[in-house]
């Protein structure tokens, strides 16, 4: 009979009778069958499966983490500083500044307790003898010296971040991030990172996604036994309805950002709201007053009001909910004004004009903000308002950190006509005069891809993110065609036809990823939805 043989290695067992080395069960695996086993005992632990995880270590001679390390986690969420302090050498971090960065994130805990339990003698003695020695930051030493003053408890887990409600759970959960702090200076053999099955399932599934070309799910529970596949049901490729009400070219769309409402502006003066849970969305509202063509629409960022724009040199203000027109301000533009956006507030909007100028105005039009430089074509703010982005006639798209108070650019190489910003406020998709669309990485200034196929060259075109997590691009096209990219692949996925005119912009539902509108010279909007939707399966809807 073979012998049996076990070894113990902080956690790494080996054994030769029933559990080899270096297979998962297929001779050709490059995992190592011990990191394989460790992490099922680390899901069977993490599902409350305990008395298993014990019998798988009986049985494979493969534990979750050796006695050493049990002891120095026990320790860490029992609060038993004595022991975590005498067990951290077998954390085995070389490095002199992790070791003190590691003991630092455990005195602070410690600390914090101690003023918490109102010992103040042990936490001065605490602060002087064991965060100071292995303090790397002065700011962060003195912070925590000042909570020495805190009034009360609640005050105290308040100014150290603790989560709110019961001071026991805080205070247990306040370790647990000790724990998971520490791992950061701690090497995984020794320390498993928490959930790693879990982590690598979802690295695996997110790679399948982003390199599935049709995906546009939300909310779906997806299968372990199969590779994740989407058909191109899943986007909106088919013409649900088209709307007519304009008289004349319909120049700009954008859907609320509650999902509920579509706003178009028109040549023809006007702007009509339409109903998205309507079957046929008919008109809810038309807004008339301006005396000249609308080219922009904006909705707050409650969705509450409407702001117009307009070559009448004026913008007006309406009540969304009842069509009324609040206000009508006069452009501070001494030429047709060609940028509007709204800052996340609500109570203050960006303009800009063919005179070079940008104004920042409040809701009654009075002008709290200049700037000034070439003639703009376009203006986009961040969610958070830290970022204004302007794209100008040079060719250059400038960035403006309002906090700052910093401006900086990217250089384009062809004329810029107008953009959009993703949801996440990091990618940049700004329409060119050269038959493409580019994608910028804001906060790296990089270019990540091009668009091409579309048609663009003597009119602006408006085109937008979409789509579950914003992964397709649409734009329009003067040769009366729609057009969907994937946007991480860059490949063209369809072109839509039905309109028989320019298609000069598209909206995607941000409640919606199966449905996206689209507006055209033709005088119309057409509603495009998946095949799913058009099918009257389940899709999500807004809210």
Same mark, same amino acid.
């Given at each position: ?13 080996? *054994? ?28 069977? @632990? ?9 019998? !798988? ?39 002199? @500044? ?12 410690? $600390? ?31 912070? *925590? ?79 372990? $036994? ?21 008289? +004349? ?7 609320? =950002? ?9 040549? +023809? ?65 001494? @030429? ?12 203050? $909007? ?62 384009? =190489? ?6 959009? !910003?993703?949801? @996440? ?33 003597? $009119? ?35 072109? !839509? ?16 990823? =199966? ?29």
């Amino acid at each position: 009979m073979p012998a049996l043989t076990t070894t113990m290695e902080n956690g790494a067992g080996t *054994l030769t009778n029933g559990v080899a080395n270096g297979a998962t069960g297929d001779e050709n695996s490059p995992f190592d069958r011990r990191e394989y086993l460790r992490l099922v005992l680390q899901s069977l @632990d993490e599902l409350g499966f305990g008395t298993v995880r014990q019998a !798988l270590e009986n049985e494979s001679g493969v534990v979750l983490q050796g006695a050493e390390i049990e002891a120095f986690q026990r320790g860490v969420l029992q609060g038993d500083w004595k022991l975590v302090d005498e067990r951290i050498a077998d954390l085995q971090i070389h490095s002199d @500044d992790d070791l003190k960065s590691a003991r630092f994130l455990i005195y602070q805990q410690k $600390f914090l307790e101690l003023l918490e339990d109102q010992k103040m003698k042990e936490a001065l003695d605490c602060l002087r003898h064991e965060l100071t020695p292995n303090s790397r930051d002065s700011s962060r030493l003195h912070r *925590l010296s000042s909570m020495i003053m805190c009034t009360s408890s609640e005050d105290l887990r308040r100014k150290a971040g603790w989560p709110e409600g019961d001071p026991v759970k805080a205070r247990a959960k306040a370790r647990a991030h000790v724990l998971s702090g520490l791992r950061a200076f701690v090497s995984p053999t020794v320390l498993l990172p928490e959930h790693r099955m879990q982590t690598l399932l979802r690295q695996s599934l997110q790679w399948q996604q982003q390199h599935c070309p049709y995906h546009n799910a939300v909310g779906t529970k997806y299968s372990l $036994f199969s590779d994740h596949a989407c058909t191109r049901s899943e986007i909106p490729s088919e013409l649900k309805l088209v709307l007519e009400k304009h008289s +004349d070219e319909v120049w700009y769309v954008r859907f609320s =950002h509650n999902g509920l409402y579509l706003a178009s502006g028109s040549k +023809d003066y006007t702007v009509v709201i339409w109903d998205v849970l309507d079957p046929r969305m008919r008109p809810l509202r038309t807004l008339v007053g301006h005396t000249g063509a609308v080219s922009l629409v904006a909705w707050s960022p409650d969705d509450s009001m409407l702001l117009t724009c307009s070559s009448d040199n004026t913008f007006r203000l309406w009540d969304s909910a009842t069509g009324q027109c609040k206000r009508v301000i006069t452009s501070k533009h001494s @030429d047709s004004p060609t940028a509007v956006a709204w800052m996340p507030d609500g109570q203050r $909007f960006v303009t800009g004009g063919i005179d070079k100028h940008v104004y920042m105005m409040d809701l009654s039009g009075n002008e709290l903000q200049q700037w000034s430089g070439p003639r703009v074509n376009d203006i986009v703010v961040s969610t958070d308002g830290r970022l204004m982005i302007v794209i100008c006639q040079e060719k250059r798209i400038r960035i403006y950190d309002l906090l700052a108070r910093t401006e900086d650019f990217i250089q384009e =190489h062809e004329a810029v006509t107008s953009m959009e !910003l993703a949801s @996440d406020n990091k990618s940049l998709l700004v329409n060119t005069s050269g038959h493409e669309m580019h994608l910028w990485d804001v906060s790296t200034r990089r270019l990540v891809m091009k668009f091409r196929g579309h048609r663009q060259h003597r $009119f602006v075109i408006r085109s937008c993110f979409g789509g579950s997590n914003d992964v397709f691009v649409a734009s329009g096209s003067e040769d009366s065609n729609v057009y969907i990219w994937h946007r991480n692949q860059g490949t063209l996925l369809e072109t !839509l036809s039905g309109h028989s005119g320019t298609v000069n912009a598209v909206c995607w539902n941000p409640k919606n990823p =199966h449905m996206f509108a689209s507006c055209s010279d033709d005088q119309t909007i057409r509603i495009w939805v998946s095949k799913q939707m058009m099918n009257g399966r389940d899709v999500p809807k807004p809210q």
